[in-house]
């Protein structure tokens, strides 16, 4: 039998330009003869849609495109994800064939921790569905389904099903590709079947879906995998039935088929695998390092941000420090340096050694480069608020007014040239609050908020490894951190060196460990008082900035919701 | 019996400060000569206390506190709410008495809709309680499970329960008091069943819990209602065993009452009530209308942000219009004139009217005042940008410029002073974007995001005609809104006329109405076009915006949760 697996780009909202893009890949699945092509999870809405879900007028859309879809399903077989509106509205895998709907497949599982809230949208569904092409018994599935290690598969399996069809809308983080074939090695070894996960592509706000799409045998050896980070038709020859004979040998898995209770399942008869001329195998595509990963995963991430919400242009504010030098870069990486503006505006605080390193970076990237100094609009702000500062010492204040006044002088550039600002800020400034509200924080879209500082430095000695050249400039990467928003200031100054720093974000904000248990790990107790003393009072900075890329297991935003108003010490 | 409903004020994180207050109350109860007295849902750790209920150390420390406030039980019963770690994490209604913790009863029904996302920190519970305490027996029950029509309310009923107690934290909106009163009583019929619900009060960043916690006997009577928007001991006596006499006098029930599959139900055994010397029936609090309503909403949701954050005073941007003057008036309605601060900025394009009117309402309202020009820092910004500009016309950069200047200023006084700035946007503005990212949209609270334009002119009237006076003068209430932002420049140049977007706001924000729809409910198809163009549009200043106070069923933010890359036209 021929798969083929359609791991394409939806937008969330398109509905007219996602069929018409499922259909184009239709043809494609049946120009190279398969007989089953699978499509995303909620391919035809975008996923996720959110509340959009709630509005009847885009549900109904989304049918009307399903049934559209259908009519190019001559001579192949689709399992397309779209929401179901029955009784209630369900996260459906549609089973196209010759012209037509045939079957409704409803998710049984429906995630609504970390990034998800499907519980909010759809009922969970109850039913199995079998598909048999001729011989072969395909059972299909929706991304949680098989996350689970019970029902629906193992049920599926034993009715018969020797292949697990499954579409997702799976979200990344980095290993989530390891840890998703890890799951569907153990799940094709324990059902002695046959996997084929057919996973999104693409940039959604703060979502990256990473492909990685992949078909397992029956025990759990990778037969195809598609690449990463971009959109592919993998198409590969399977032969599930052979799955019979090790189910007739694995007396362990008889016994539990004798003790099953029997489900029932709709059964629907589809057209037999057809002969092949030539045999599908394509090698499987490598799999990728953690540092590759991150970097994919932040391009397709601004590439589908800009591209989809109408920009061509972006912005960036480049200090001469390593996160503006880092997300400049990747900028250039993603859309080419003819689409990258920088900005370097310097203050009496900006050293020689940052000024010049500014406009190295520009000069390296290749892109439009502009100085514009901010000490007249400092000084004019200065005079304004003379009057009603008059008898205070200097503080935070001034530091956090030339933030701010580089902010807006980078929102009057976007404003007056249509560019998007791409703000610069790590995660682990936005963890501890050390980030200026309107200032550095100002933007469009955050590209490295869930990148901590040392993986700034790991990113950033990547590029350049990658580049075989000094891409951005070592200088920016070897000098101390520093805001540069007084004399002789340095990031040490007011934070825990970043290394400890990092470990213990790591520990508080993404495995939620308590202060006490972060003693008893082992952190050093002065860094671990500070860290959290800083961490819950800066969401209401987190509430106010831009969307970033989700790298992470728990990045701030969807996957991690605290209040502002908290007085919990950690 | 004599019942205390204890409507209080927690705060989210607060574990050790709620408990004290529960303490205190639990005191006031025992002092009043209650039987039983009610705290809200979750009272223990405030609602919603979001994803600290997924760190295992504030469980841990929620149940440490309900173990301490059941040492104070001895003399009273009381019902309090807490998070219950035990298989799994339930939300929890925990039955004290005698210095210990008696039972403990799991919400059956977690919402999962509008603001709520239960299903992502509780397992449902799937026990009855039976309280008994003598002839009298009370079923607790928390918050969303008597919104449903059926059990737990119904089985508790047929199982014997007089009395249903519901603890609750009931997030408000305008007329919400009144949905649940006409629900409770319709719940009293249906079951023969005295109800009491207690509702927690108070401001939780968007969330405004409104207390109108209610008693009411078994044919749907009003016995008791404690007052809106502030916190109460209300101590009421009740006969819950008159319920028996028209149980068998409800031929209806009784026949439902034999088809009823017995449940099982833990049954607990307390102190029968007390004689009491002199009866409690204290007269119910009145009902407010809405504007009152609002009113005591925003005053509440302020006041909260601010103390429980941790703030002292506030600054507003005045302009000499409405939104801002009805933003100060609040303020200083809930904080009192001396802890707020107007700021007036004109530019070039100020008007003699609207500068006079910043002052004239400033004296008004007795707060400190002062006027801070932006011409300078205008012009020093235009001519740090004037290279980059050359050739440019004047556009929408220059307008969003001025906003930008007076947040900054805002900012820097909110640095220097630790004055918390009070945004101004009203939610007719922010549902079509207009308004200025980092310019009026700066702040950390926007008091009035959730009232339309048509209700802010209300409500300054409303505030007029309680004061007996010009609050805000009236020049201000009758001058056609502008922003001035250029020459002779008007709302309605740039927008449809307010009470007709205002309408279709309703219908699209809060309704999901579709484009079709709206044009079928008779409304202006060109005003349609242009809002709905708007309205997604903006979704993603509306995610860089401040929190406020939501005072509609449906508001932006936990209520409507809409991707900003969305290509749906509506």
């Known amino acids: 039998m021929r798969l083929a697996l359609a791991q394409i780009n939806s937008v969330v909202g398109d509905v007219d330009g996602n069929a018409d893009r499922i259909v184009e890949w239709l043809g494609r699945a049946r120009d190279a003869n398969a007989d089953l092509v699978l499509f995303p999870e909620l391919c035809v809405t975008g996923y996720p849609a959110e509340d959009l879900l709630l509005r009847p007028g885009f549900v109904r859309a989304a049918r009307r495109a399903v049934d559209e879809i259908a009519k190019a399903t001559h001579g192949v077989t689709a399992l397309v994800g779209a929401p179901h509106l029955d009784t209630d509205l369900f996260n459906a895998c ?5 012209g037509e709907v045939r079957c ?3 998710k049984r599982f429906l995630p609504n921790y970390g990034v998800f809230d499907e519980d909010r949208y759809f009922a969970p569904g109850d039913d199995l569905v079998l598909l048999r092409f001729g011989d072969v ?6 991304c949680e389904d098989v996350w689970q290690p019970g ?12 292949l697990i069809a499954n579409i997702s809308a799976s979200p990344f983080h980095i290993g989530k590709d390891r840890e998703r074939e890890e799951m569907l090695r153990v799940r094709a070894r324990d059902n002695s079947c046959f996997f084929a996960l057919c996973n999104a592509v693409g940039g959604q706000d703060e979502l990256i879906f990473d492909g990685n799409s992949v078909v397992l045998d029956d025990e759990g050896e990778i037969l195809a995998r598609a690449a990463g980070f971009e959109e592919e038709l993998l198409v590969v020859d399977v032969d599930p039935v052979a799955a019979i ?5 694995d007396v362990r898995r008889r016994s539990l088929a004798r003790a099953w209770e029997h489900v029932e399942a709709t ?11 030539e045999a599908a195998h394509p090698a499987p595509a490598e799999q990728l390092g953690e540092l590759e990963q991150m970097r994919l995963a932040l391009e397709l991430g601004l590439r589908d941000y800009v591209v989809k919400n109408g920009f061509d242009d972006v912005v960036v504010a480049i200090s001469g420090g390593i996160d503006s030098a880092l997300t400049a870069a990747l900028c250039v990486e993603a859309l080419g340096p003819g689409r990258v503006h920088g900005v370097s505006m310097p203050s009496r605080y900006s050293s020689e050694g940052t000024r010049g390193d500014a406009r190295r970076l520009a000069e390296s990237l290749g892109i439009d480069f502009r100085e514009v100094a901010i000490e007249p609009v400092v000084e004019a702000f200065t005079a304004a608020l003379a009057p009603s500062f008059e008898g205070r010492e200097t503080d935070l204040t001034e530091e956090n007014l030339q933030a701010r006044v580089r902010g807006t002088l980078l929102m009057a550039l976007s404003n007056k ?7 610069t800020g790590n995660k682990s400034e936005l963890s501890v609050g050390y980030s200026t509200l309107y200032g550095d924080l100002a933007g469009g879209f955050a590209l490295i908020k869930d990148v901590y500082k040392t993986d700034v430095f790991r990113l950033s000695r990547w590029l350049n490894e990658r580049a075989g050249r000094e891409l951005i400039p070592v200088s920016i990467i070897e000098r101390a951190p520093s805001a540069e928003l007084r004399a002789e200031q340095l990031d040490e100054d007011s934070l825990p060196p970043y290394p400890k720093l990092d470990a213990v974000l790591e520990a508080f904000v993404e495995l939620d460990r308590s202060r006490e248990e972060l003693s008893q790990d082992g ?3 002065e860094v671990v008082e500070r860290a959290l003393a800083m961490v819950d009072r800066a969401e209401y900075k987190r509430r106010q900035a831009p969307p970033g890329v989700k790298l992470r297991p728990k990045a701030f935003g969807r996957d991690r919701r605290t209040p502002i108003t908290n007085r919990w010490p950690g």
């Open 94 to 98: 549609f089973v196209l064939a010759h």
């Open 104 to 106: 409704v497949y409803r």
């Open 137 to 142: 018994i395909v059972g299909p599935t929706i």
């Open 151 to 162: 029902p629906p598969a193992t049920d599926l399996a034993l009715a018969g099903a020797q």
């Open 245 to 249: 004979g090790r189910r007739l040998r």
């Open 267 to 277: 059964s629907v008869e589809l057209a037999p695998p057809r002969k092949q001329a």
């Open 417 to 423: 040239f249509g560019w998007l600002v791409i703000a």
């Open 523 to 525: 952190f050093d107790p």
